[in-house]
């Protein structure tokens, strides 16, 4: 039982209720504003404190606007729970980055990159794709808004605990093949519940192999196929990122990575399930229905079991499909390397005039490395405009929605209908795809431009 997952779990063990749940201990609680004003009102009712307000972090992020960040927000829904949000973090003493910090962005996109997120962590957040935080090495899982009000109270959790699984991707990726493809290609093969109850495990060389924002991009996607949470065990990779992260001494840093060498998982690990698929086998992917489970290869033809929701043609090629939006962002796909794998694809051609297309960095660090690097200029002369941060239309909580009946390309992580507006019609893909369909106005194999 000597797993990653298990490692972390009985290190942060406080008591286990026979037959019952473990009470765990939280290192870092992640906050935004739309599953924490039920949980803050609850203490004001309760007469509670926040235990420890400094291992909680707050920001806006879903219902932000992606434009004008420096004016109100306009719409009375948006801007009332990113009000709410300050006015706790205020009154509790917990640290908040703000619309226009310098800091602020998509939380999951945030934690990493400002040093919060560690190796050998347990780390919550009510929102589901809290799973990306795995990809440091920490046990990391969304929780809902009663259990966002215990973990302020307590800076502990009931949770049942987890099964285990380990998912091997041995082999080399092929040309134009991402960790986005990866996930979509995993959803696909184990379902959209193959997951349930367990915790998710990396493995493998292709694993090892991606990059720590590839492995942020994987880890994201857990949740779609129903895991509990996704993580990849530390390594030189993880150190290397880290490193100009941390908050601490050198020497600190160096006994902390030699505490983190001790995380993953030993040779004789036994988990509850264990699976292994070869890398050779993943194509850039696209999904055609209304669950990220509904995904076939680039090249492929639309499935039978394609939705009317959809409006797709089955047995056709998806390839050549007209495409009105692409969205390059979200805390799937809203990091450096996302935009410039999308900036590689563009680089000498021009947006396709019929395509309306929504590039939002997933942090104001994000937006500052796009300009220092030149990826906005080669953009802008493209015919893109970059955006202001946010998670925009990754979900319809703010400005930036997909008109009823149009189709967008989307670096997200969801396609359920009416996600990214009423009507609207999702296909989740890696930047290379969704940036090959943007000059060419259509679903494309990004391979043909690389």
């Known amino acids: 039982m000597n797993t990653l997952i298990d490692k972390i779990w009985e290190s942060h063990t406080i008591e286990t209720i026979d037959g019952g749940p473990t009470q765990l201990y939280i290192d870092r609680h992640y906050c935004h504003e739309v599953t924490s004003p039920q949980a803050f009102e609850a203490l004001r009712q309760r007469g509670l404190n926040v235990l420890r307000p400094a291992q909680t972090t707050a920001m806006p992020d879903h219902n932000i606007p992606t434009h004008d960040q420096d004016k109100p927000i306009i719409d009375p829904s948006s801007r009332i729970p990113v009000e709410t949000l300050y006015n706790n973090a205020e009154q509790y003493g917990i640290e908040i980055y703000k619309i226009g910090d310098p800091r602020n962005g998509i939380i999951h996109v945030v934690g990493p990159e400002q040093g919060l997120t560690l190796p050998g962590m347990t780390i919550v957040c009510g929102d589901s794709h809290t799973s990306t935080h795995g990809a440091m090495g920490a046990v990391a899982f969304g929780i809902g808004t009663s259990e966002v009000e215990m973990v302020l109270a307590s800076q502990c959790i009931l949770q049942q605990r987890p099964k285990t699984m380990r998912i091997n991707v041995e082999g080399q990726l092929g040309k134009g093949v991402t960790a986005k493809d990866i996930a979509l290609y995993l959803i696909a093969q184990l379902g959209t519940a193959g997951?349930?109850?367990?915790?998710?495990?990396?493995?493998?060389?292709?694993?090892?192999?991606?990059?720590?924002?590839?492995?942020?991009?994987?880890?994201?996607?857990?949740?779609?196929?129903?895991?509990?949470?996704?993580?990849?065990?530390?390594?030189?990779?993880?150190?290397?990122?880290?490193?100009?992260?941390?908050?601490?001494?050198?020497?600190?840093?160096?006994?902390?990575?030699?505490?983190?060498?001790?995380?993953?998982?030993?040779?004789?690990?036994?988990?509850?399930?264990?699976?292994?698929?070869?890398?050779?086998?993943?194509?850039?992917?696209?999904?055609?229905?209304?669950?990220?489970?509904?995904?076939?290869?680039?090249?492929?033809?639309?499935p039978a079991d394609a939705t009317e929701y959809m409006k797709l043609p089955a047995g056709k090629p998806i390839a050549g499909t007209k495409v009105d939006y692409v969205f390059l962002g979200s805390c799937t796909n809203g990091r450096i390397e996302d935009?410039?794998?999308?900036?590689?694809?563009?680089?000498?051609?021009?947006?396709?005039?019929?395509?309306?297309?929504?590039?939002?960095?997933?942090?104001?660090?994000?937006?500052?490395?796009?300009?220092?690097?030149?990826?906005?200029?080669?953009?802008?002369?493209?015919?893109?405009?970059?955006?202001?941060?946010?998670?925009?239309?990754?979900?319809?909580?703010?400005?930036?929605?997909?008109?009823?009946?149009?189709?967008?390309?989307?670096?997200?992580?969801?396609?359920?209908?009416?996600?990214?507006?009423?009507?609207?019609?999702?296909?989740?893909a890696s930047p290379l795809t969704a940036a090959a369909a943007a000059v060419t106005g259509v679903i494309t194999d990004p391979r043909t431009f690389i």
């Open 195 to 302: 997951a349930t109850g367990y915790f998710v495990e990396y493995a493998g060389e292709a694993i090892r192999n991606l990059s720590m924002e590839g492995r942020m991009t994987l880890c994201n996607m857990s949740i779609e196929m129903g895991a509990r949470g996704g993580l990849v065990a530390p390594d030189e990779t993880t150190f290397e990122y880290i490193r100009p992260r941390f908050k601490g001494s050198d020497a600190e840093f160096e006994a902390a990575v030699e505490k983190w060498r001790k995380l993953p998982s030993g040779p004789d690990a036994v988990f509850d399930k264990e699976l292994t698929f070869n890398a050779a086998d993943i194509e850039p992917r696209v999904t055609y229905g209304t669950n990220p489970g509904m995904g076939i290869a680039v090249t492929g033809n639309i």
């Open 339 to 428: 935009f410039r794998a999308f900036a590689s694809i563009v680089e000498g051609r021009k947006k396709h005039p019929d395509v309306v297309a929504w590039l939002v960095p997933g942090s104001q660090q994000v937006a500052r490395q796009i300009e220092a690097e030149g990826i906005g200029d080669r953009l802008r002369a493209a015919g893109f405009e970059i955006r202001q941060p946010g998670c925009s239309a990754c979900l319809a909580m703010n400005d930036d929605k997909v008109p009823e009946g149009k189709l967008c390309v989307s670096t997200s992580n969801r396609n359920f209908e009416g996600r990214q507006g009423q009507g609207a019609r999702t296909v989740l």
